[in-house]
């Protein structure tokens, strides 16, 4: 089965300081890979999408994720956080497999950002 | 543009009430999913409808009926809510491609005492 695997339930940094969140997937054919955001009391938002066509993928806020086949992975990072950025982020799957494929949700790393 | 529309917004039901969660898009998307979040455990998969006309089973469907009115709507109904189902519930919905992003709605929490 799919799935996808987020490393660390929190992460903390100082304002100013790289974002690293990991991700690693699992999956039997290339898969189609999504980070998403939460802000408190809000539902779910798009950061960004690993479609294949390209391996290095900017999305909104100064976010980008690197598809590694070779690592399984798709870590988000921003060079430097701000305090706007503290939220709950989610890596998802979806199989690149044909007909309908049902998104994967991994369980969630929260961002907490100092001053 | 409203995307995804759930209601209501809040919920306390006592054990074994009955309730429905509504949820309308109008983006005119093929696919729609109920993800319920709990902490620690991220978003987990309910119940889908791939197309109009059609529902399947996520991970978590046990306590749980849907139906897929029309393209728009897609309602969650809890026949005998328990607290084991104290969470917050999202609609969400996609185009259905491959390569597509779900899109979600601002959720409903629900609370069962």
């Known amino acids: 089965a799919q799935s996808v695997t987020q490393l660390g339930s929190h992460v903390s940094v100082s304002e100013g300081a790289l974002v690293l969140l990991r991700c690693n997937y699992s999956s039997s054919v290339p898969p189609y890979l999504f980070w998403y955001v939460q802000y408190p009391n809000q539902g779910l938002q798009l950061l960004l999408k690993y479609t294949s066509a390209a391996t290095l993928v900017k999305g909104i806020n100064g976010f980008e994720a690197e598809f590694k086949k070779s690592e399984t992975s798709f870590h988000l990072t921003k060079p430097s956080a701000h305090m706007s950025d503290a939220a709950e982020y989610f890596c998802?799957?979806?199989?690149?497999?044909?007909?309908?494929?049902?998104?994967?949700f991994g369980t969630g790393t929260r961002l907490l950002v100092s001053p | 543009n409203a995307g995804v529309t759930q209601t209501p917004k809040f919920q306390v039901l006592k054990t074994g009430q009955s309730m429905t969660l509504q949820c309308a898009q109008d983006m005119n998307h093929n696919s729609m999913y109920w993800y319920r979040q709990d902490p620690g455990m991220g978003l987990r998969l309910i119940y889908y409808?791939?197309?109009?006309?059609?529902?399947d089973k996520g991970e978590v469907p046990n306590g749980y009926n849907v139906s897929r009115l029309n393209k728009r709507e897609f309602s969650l109904r809890l026949e005998s809510a328990a607290p084991s189902q104290t969470s917050v519930y999202f609609c969400a919905s996609s185009e259905g491609g491959l390569n597509t992003e779900a899109f979600f709605g601002q959720g409903t929490r629900l609370t069962v005492v």
């Open positions: 998802a799957v979806r199989p690149g497999n044909t007909g309908f494929q049902k998104l994967v």
């Open positions: 409808s791939a197309s109009e006309g059609t529902t």
